[in-house]
């Protein structure tokens, strides 16, 4: 809690107000003081509408490096999550501490602000959808901060606590503590939200029912042994089931439309960061994520994703290899396309996308002459000829959270990017993720399942995807289908952490199974004129993984020698919080949470 002093201080006392419209347009602060602005429902949403962006924007990268780095999806050689051993002075460590607790800090001031300052012109159904949105955004940041760090101090209100001068004196709740906390208040939040929010991309009640039925999924393992709690079970399934059968929402018919801007506002999408350009005065309010993950050439703007990459693991859990190979060996110079969601997910050899490049352009090429693309992006093109060298090590690269070039951002949004930032939303929690919640909730304890809800809602996501439909279903079909569908999106290493809640080892021993490696020798098999014959020197020019490096691991015992725990599944706190607060090195206690209420 770095700073928090600071950090709650700065947010209790202004609003950040942003439009309504748009996520963006602020009112001038300057003609607004807390007792005159909340005059009205659009006022109280505009108090909300931060949330979707700004306090976000520190935790979002270190979002994807735990989420699917740390978890084996995503090639970062050297970088502490991927080598899994972070550590407390990680930049990302300390920025997405300091930034869920901006989140909290934020939700907090505005159901404080609404209480205290509603005005007349506001109605009980307007106050209580602004306040609901704010209690999911809430709730949301204590399930990262309970599944990243552990057992976290609750900071209920802001005013209480800083009257108390005891913000540096925190303990940490138990986890079971936090657990309940985040129960009782997506509870809240059900209770205020409407069926259906006034703008469409807002949260509304089965956002929250959708979040609630996957904290249950979690924390049905928590301080078990071997098997889940079935009344927690019963609960996310309970939960997910409204959302899946009663809420409406369907998923989105194309996996890859998904992640397009165009279909940034989908019932697919349940909650989501809401970026915008902004202009340079609100940098925290747009998507720069693309930078991180595309290689130098791609677009106009910055990249510097071009030494990592998809890991070979989750391209053999695709059934692919870099060398279109299939798994069983058999060599074929096209993609193994048979999961619609390999190529939405990451691009190889024989890829083109017709929404990057749209605009197909004349690149100069590696030699100094033009090379064109004339339907889209074409990966084997772009790096056999333009870039002329392969800088990713595992053969591949990422396509979620990539816009494209200007063009395409212009094509998708109806505006340009700015330097490298974009419009693209971050899906944070969406339809297809709660029907495998459901699936599994119903498949509970049980070593399998023909349930025909639970068969339901997993053959809803696999036909999707352009699969074989299933009869029954196990939770490895299910652990498998979720990192599949989700890769990416920040979601893999929860998975890992809430089976270590009641598997540990078994937990440990799927995450040390991992081929970790990398390629040696890429470059080898490109030639000036494109991509080279697959396997035309024999056996030996295939790319190697076997490169000599092991794959990381976490060892079995603790640098002391005392047997594994749940504490290799959790990160450390940051050293700045540390030294900010002393107690939070301590042991957790017991919360009274009767002691908390929502107004």
Known sequence: MQRINKLLLIVAITTGMISCE??????????????????????CFQAVNPLYTVPWFDFFRGWLRVGDCQSGNYFMDGNGFWMLTPNEDMEEVKSMSASLWAVNARANTVLENINLYAGSGTTEAGRNAAKGEALVWKAMAYFYMVRIYGAVPIVHNNTELLATGEYNNLYRAKIDNVYDYIVMTLEKAIEWLPEKARQAGRIDRYSAYGLLAKV????????????????????????????????????????????????????????????????????TASNDLQADLVHSAFSEFSGWGSWSGPSLDLQEAFGEKFDGSTLSGAISPNRQNTDKRRKATMMMYGDVYEYFWRDHPTKEGAD????????????????????GDFNSSTGANCVKHIVGNNADHLAEFGVPMMDRKSNLATH???????????????????????????????????????????????????????????????????????LSYYKPDEALARLNAQNRKNYTGLNAYYQDQGWKTWGQGGENSYPKDDNGKPSPRINAEQPDGKPYTIDKFTLPFPSTDLAMNPNLAKDPVDYDLSQYSYE
């Open 22 to 43: 748009d996520f963006l347009n602020r009112p001038d602060k300057a003609n607004y003081t807390l007792s005159d602005f909340y005059q009205n429902d659009e006022q």
């Open 216 to 283: 249950y999924l979690a924390k049905s393992g928590y301080g078990q042994n071997g098997t889940r709690k079935q009344d927690d079970l019963d609960k996310a399934q309970e939960y997910a089931r409204k959302v899946v059968r009663e809420s409406g929402k369907v998923l989105e018919p194309v996996y890859a439309d998904i992640f397009r801007g165009s279909k940034n506002v989908s019932d697919e999408s349940l909650i989501a960061w809401r970026w915008v350009v902004a202009g340079e005065t609100y940098w």
């Open 368 to 387: 100094g002459q033009p090379v064109s693309f004339p339907n889209g992006f074409d990966f084997a093109k772009f790096y056999g000829q333009v870039v």
């Open 428 to 498: 944070i929690l969406r339809l297809g993720d709660v029907y495998l919640v459901y699936a599994e909730a119903v498949l509970g304890n049980n070593a399998s399942t023909s349930d025909p809800e639970a068969l339901y809602a997993f053959n809803e996501i696999r036909k999707r995807a352009g699969v074989a439909q299933k009869t029954s279903i196990t939770f490895d079909d299910i652990f498998k289908e979720r990192r599949l569908e989700l890769a990416f999106e920040g979601d893999f290493w929860y998975d890992f952490v809430r």
